[in-house]
């Protein structure tokens, strides 16, 4: 091949001093890596296998593109035009995003790199450098006769070509394999899926402008490639076509050619635009890309092709149109482009502060966990006096003092109904309303308190004087009675703590993004909880003997007063109804009260024990509730002795490097995300400054 140095003014269809700004804009971001994290409008070339596709490529950016090489194009190259101070050619590959490319294939192909002078890159080295690439694919390259015993035909790997200068002009350019239709030899069934998906994962990209080509000696009905533009941009706002061979037409066959080329047969909306490239043999005489510039605009000039509008034929033209839908293509993308990248620098951003900051060494690690535990404390602190983020549900296990005020609350409400064994009596007889259980369909199974009372009391006279009671069965008749508050309590206790666990479930992946972090810390602390608990335990034990195991006693007035007004009650009801019972309608003697107010020996004491035990244990259940509130829940399980103040700066400060390296000591893995992270949002930040140049 003969050598042939690239024209530097290629590209000329694209000019003006604000074309050049909103393309120096995309091309800047381009530089920056944006192309990596999102896709930056560019044209693509598609077309069947041997249409004219890097002929036709090869004018526009007077590239000397691979053409008619035996093996046809079997990846994608993206070839970059920019503009830079100093020129320079740079070839790499951009690793395919294919799911089968693992991280080692990934680095493989990322470090296939090779950089010219632009005068040394000819077509020779251009070829050379393009066998090399399908090399470190693992293509097999042209003249490797074993090709067919080769397994990979075709890649999704694509190979990139920077081209800068200081007259270049920006454009990106992506040269496709070619579509094909009946599978050969060389090329399976297996590969034309392969290439089908390639191709029209370029073609969906609505920042794409389609260049479809097709060779004009094929009926235009059987072109594929207009389906699938077609699918894939349904307005045509992103299509061109372009006919190659016109030359090679036979003689008559130019009448349906003119047609399309008319846009009356497959109407696009940008219409069509015919070129002539050079034919193999041209190619074979060394004829150059000036050469074929002249060729093809005399060819035009002549019948039948004259009768066509010029600024639809031969290259320029076509340059000229694409320089102008490319812009307004960018024109109309940029806002939205520059939102993605907003948007998407917003997400890494997050996502760089769940990793944290670098915690390589026991400084980093001991500063981060501060920092996490000074954090937790002001959470913590928040929620117990119910400051909640506000976009929390209306249980979350975050409401911490929600969800304790309401098992509280339930604590109250069963102790009240279920607090004590036996159901009180009012003075009428019938069971007292205050102490009335859930269930009132249970209530006839209830044992009566008085019977029960009265058998308590003879079974355990001693030597007490008749009718007065032996304190010992106060004693008993009230730990009876109480039997029910150590369940009751122990479940309040219970389920206190089942709402500070699932706090600390999810306080902790709340204020650390690291997951791995989250899980060590609490395993870390989790011990610790364990103890601080079991004193919450202890308390409750203490409370309960408190109440149930020792004396009775109370300097609470309410007793006393309750005792005098229950006494008088019954004194009142005894002589109402000793004044209706009389049918002879005495008058009311002393002897007549006295008899009521006295009653046998028994009944005064079963009455008086009662009433006595229903006045101590009213004080008393309001006592012990307030107390296993305060002093176990408040004291032990919410309070500074408690597993949710455990985890503070102080024990950050006295943890072991060790201790420090188990908890938060990062893998390889979170640093190389991090890294990672961070240079993408670099580059994003880096685009959206070049983008804050450009009005949207
Ligand atoms: P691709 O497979 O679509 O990239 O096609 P190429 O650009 O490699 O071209 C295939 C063959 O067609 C090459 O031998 C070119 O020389 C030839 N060719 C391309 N365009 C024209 C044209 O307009 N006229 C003639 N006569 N031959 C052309
Ligand atoms: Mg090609």
Redesign the pocket.
């Known amino acids: 091949m003969k050598k042939e140095n690239i024209d530097v003014s290629a590209f000329t269809g694209i000019h003006g001093q604000e074309h050049i700004r909103i393309l120096d804009t995309i091309d800047r971001m381009r530089d920056l890596g944006i192309n990596e994290d999102l896709s930056i409008p560019q044209i693509v070339v598609v ?1 069947d ?7 036709t490529l090869q004018a526009i950016t007077q590239l000397p593109l691979a ?2 090489s035996e093996l ?2 079997r990846f994608a190259t993206q070839i970059v035009l920019r503009r830079t101070a100093h020129s320079s050619v740079k070839v790499s590959i951009i690793p395919g995003s294919s799911s089968s490319t693992d991280d080692a294939t990934k680095r493989h192909l990322q470090e296939f790199f090779r950089s010219f002078d632009l005068d040394e890159f000819d077509g020779d080295a251009f070829t050379e450098v393009v066998n090399e690439a399908a090399a470190h694919m693992g293509l097999p390259s042209a003249g490797t006769d074993k090709r067919d015993f080769l397994e990979r035909r075709f890649s999704g790997d694509v190979l990139k070509i920077e081209l800068s200068g200081p007259d270049q002009l920006h454009l990106s350019v992506v040269d496709v394999p ?1 579509l094909f239709h009946n599978p050969t030899k060389f090329q399976t069934k297996s590969d034309l899926a392969i290439v089908r998906e390639l191709i029209s994962n370029y073609m969906k990209n609505p920042r794409s402008i389609i260049l479809a ?1 097709m060779d004009a000696r094929v009926n235009i009905s059987n072109q594929e490639v207009f389906r699938l533009a077609r699918s894939v941009d349904k307005d045509g706002f992103r299509t061109v076509g372009v006919i ?5 037409l036979q003689p008559g066959d130019e009448k349906e050619v003119l047609q399309v080329a008319q846009n009356s047969v497959e109407r696009l909306k940008h219409g069509w635009f015919l ?6 043999q ?2 074979l005489r060394g004829v150059s890309l000036k050469q074929r510039n002249l060729n093809e605009k005399t060819f035009f000039q002549n019948p039948p092709w004259n009768a066509l509008p010029k600024q639809r034929m031969g290259i320029d033209a076509l340059k000229d149109f694409l320089g102008q839908l490319l812009l307004s293509h960018i024109r109309k993308e940029y806002p939205q482009l520059v939102k993605e990248i907003e948007s998407l620098a917003e997400k890494t951003e997050k996502d760089l502060e769940a990793c944290g900051p670098p915690r390589q060494t026991p400084a980093e690690q001991r500063r981060y966990l501060t920092r996490v535990a000074m954090t937790y404390q002001k959470k913590v602190c928040d929620s117990l006096i119910g400051l909640y983020n506000g976009d929390l549900g209306s249980k979350h296990p975050l409401k911490l003092r929600l969800n304790i005020r309401t098992i509280n609350e339930e604590f109250a409400d069963d102790f009240k109904h279920n607090g004590h064994k036996r159901v009180f009596k009012a003075v009428d007889g019938g069971l007292d309303n205050d102490f009335s259980r859930y269930n009132t369909a249970a209530v006839k199974d209830e044992e009566d308190i008085y019977e029960w009372i009265r058998e308590v009391y003879r079974d355990s006279r001693g030597v007490e004087l008749p009718g007065t009671v032996n304190p010992a069965v106060l004693e008993h008749i009230f730990r009876q009675q109480s039997i029910p508050w150590q369940d009751l309590s122990e479940r309040y206790l219970s389920r206190a703590k089942d709402a500070v666990k699932s706090y600390l479930d999810h306080i902790f992946p709340s204020i650390i993004g690291d997951e791995d972090i989250s899980s060590k810390l609490v395993a870390f602390i989790q011990p610790k909880m364990t103890e601080s608990t079991a004193k919450a335990d202890e308390e409750l034990k203490d409370v309960l003997h408190d109440e149930r195991g020792g004396v009775l006693q109370t300097v609470n007035r309410y007793m006393s007063e309750n005792i005098a007004a229950i006494r008088e009650e019954r004194v009142m009801a005894r002589l109402k109804a000793a004044t209706q019972l009389d049918k002879y309608n005495q008058p009311i003697t002393f002897a007549l009260v006295s008899r009521v107010v006295h009653l046998s020996n028994e009944d005064h004491t079963v009455y008086d024990i009662h009433d006595i035990l229903k006045a101590y244990y009213k004080v008393a259940g309001k006592r012990f509730m307030d107390n296993v509130v305060m002093q176990v829940v408040e004291r032990h399980i919410l309070g500074d002795r408690g597993p949710l103040k455990l985890f503070t700066p102080d024990l950050v400060a006295d943890l072991s490097d060790e201790d420090l390296e188990f908890i938060a000591g990062e893998s390889y893995s979170t640093s190389a995300t991090r890294a990672e992270l961070k240079s993408k949002l670099e580059r994003l930040r880096g685009a959206l400054g070049v983008a804050a140049g450009i009005p949207r």
């Open positions: 077309g296998q041997s249409s004219g596709k890097s002929s053409v008619d046809c194009t070619g080509v190659t061979k016109c030359d090679a070129v002539k490239n050079r034919s193999t041209d190619i």
